[in-house]
Structure formats: structure tokens, C-alpha cells
């Protein structure tokens, strides 16, 4: 079989699977350069070529797990986020082309050069390390609970570059974040789906931490304890916070904003026009 073939035949598995339209051919070019470690010019220079024998069970051993439900990311170990790779597996959320509104929105709103940023769960790294390599000189703190999300963090940042402003911390951040304040902002991506919705969620995202996602009954619970009078307190006047949210979580967190004390407060919407980013700031 060519490559051409397999790669025809295995979009078509894909799509019987359940994976979207617009993502399976793009899975089986991920797929082919990954496994027989290509770039993409090469894998279409070899269209015409002949698969090995040896080169099949590698591809078919990926696809039956794709097939499967499991997602490419977690199969091949890495995301792209910015214009980073991140490793990732099983035990770290997959950072989302979402978050980039985020991290495009902290690089606009935070103009100081040297500002010290607290993270609630730093996940793969995806949010401060992408931060660092663009505005080298602010200071990173992320706390993380979960262990094998923490692993990753490490291998990100000692592959990516070289953070010495980076603060990996193993805690809770409700109980570590006095120790380290004042901070000038908090940028975070907080879980926030309604516990009731996760089962519902798609089956990619079952392989996914709890952890990462659960924001308790409501959704809110996580941004409430961000957003009380106890961490605002420790933010310097002028700094703020930049948070991810979900789709209709906006009006709810607007409020969160106003009752805490912020202002300027604001939802920033996402490029399908969802709910996406809040934001607010402490008066000087
Ligand atoms: C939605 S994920 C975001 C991960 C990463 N920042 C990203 O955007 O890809 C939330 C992260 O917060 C971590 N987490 C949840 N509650 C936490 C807490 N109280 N303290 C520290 N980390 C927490 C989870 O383990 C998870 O890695």
C-alpha cells in the first residue's frame, strides 16, 4: 500500500470512528509525519512510495488507538500551542487553540516589563511558558496539584528553553498564594465545567484529568474562590486578572468582577464570538 493509500483509507476509518470532518485528513498527515518521522514535504514527496510492512503496524497501532477515542495528542505525545510543541500524555490537559486568547490578551492588557504572575494550574506549561518566551523578563508563578501534570510542566520547561523566572510550584493555590504575593496579575485557565456536563463531554476529553476540568456543581466554584476579597487583596492596585472561562459563564463572572472590586471589567469573546476571557483590574 502507498502512502497516498493508507492515507485515504485511514481517513475513512477515522470517520466511521466519530472523528470530525475537518480533522481527519489533517490527522493522517499528523499521523504518517510523526510516526515515520517525516516533514510534510517529504510525506508528500513519497505519496507514490510503497508502505513496509514494518512502517504498516507502526501507522496501524496509532490509528486503531485514534479509532479508539483516544486523542492524537496523547498517541504522540505532543501538542502545539503558540509557536511551541508541548509534550503531553495522559494526566495533563491538552492545551486548546482557545487559550491562545489568553495569552494574546495577557500580552496586550500586561505592559510592564518585569511583572510578577501567579497561575492556578500550570497544566503543561502551555500558558506561562508561551508568556516567558515572549515577554522574558516577567516572573511566573504556577502552582500545580496533580503530579503527572507537573512532570510535564518540567519536561516543557527544560525543552523549551531555559525559565529562571519560572516557579513551578507543587501546592494547592489557595494555600500557597499568600506566601508569594503581592503579585501584579493572575493569569489562569481554571477548571470550569459543570460537573454534571463532564460525562456528557466528547470521548477524547473522557481520557483527560478530572482536575482540570471540574469547576464543582455550578462550574464557578473554582473562578468564585479566585475571584474573593482574600486574592484580590494580594494583588498590587493597577495589576489584575486575565482568566479563561467558559461560553456562558460571561454575565456570571462580570458579576464576580464588579462584586469583588474590579474595574474596567470586561468579557472577551473568542473567534467563534463565545464567551472566552475575563477581565478586570485593581483601581491605583
Ligand atoms: C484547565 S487546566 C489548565 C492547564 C493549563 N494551564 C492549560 O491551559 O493548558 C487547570 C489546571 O489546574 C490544576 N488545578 C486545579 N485546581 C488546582 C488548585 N487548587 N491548585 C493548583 N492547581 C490546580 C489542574 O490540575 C489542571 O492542570
Redesign the pocket.
Known sequence: MTYQEYTRIGKERLLQSGVEVGDALDHMHRILEAVLRLSSTERILKANETLSPGQLASLENVLQRRCAGEPLQYILGEAD?WNSRFKVGKG?????PE?EL?VEKALERIVSPSARIA??????????ITCLLERPKWEWF?????PA?LSYCRTNLSLLGSFKNYHL?E??????FGTYAPFDWIV?????IRRSEIPTLSREVSHE?T????GGITGLE?LE?MLSPRIIAALTPGGGVLL?IGEDQGPAVLRLLEQVGLVESSIEKDLAGRDRVAYGRKPK
Do not use: C, H, M, Q
Not at 501546592?171 to 500557597?176: S, Y
Not at 489562569?188 to 470550569?192: E, G, I, Q, V
Open positions: 500551542f495533563v490537559l491538552i492545551p486548546r487559550t489568553l497561575e492556578l494550574g500550570a497544566g503543561s506549561g502551555a500558558i506561562g504556577a502552582w500545580e496539584l496533580n501534570s510550584l501546592a494547592d493555590f489557595f494555600n500557597g489562569a485557565n481554571p477548571p470550569y484529568p482536575l482540570a476540568l471540574d473554582v474562590k479563561e
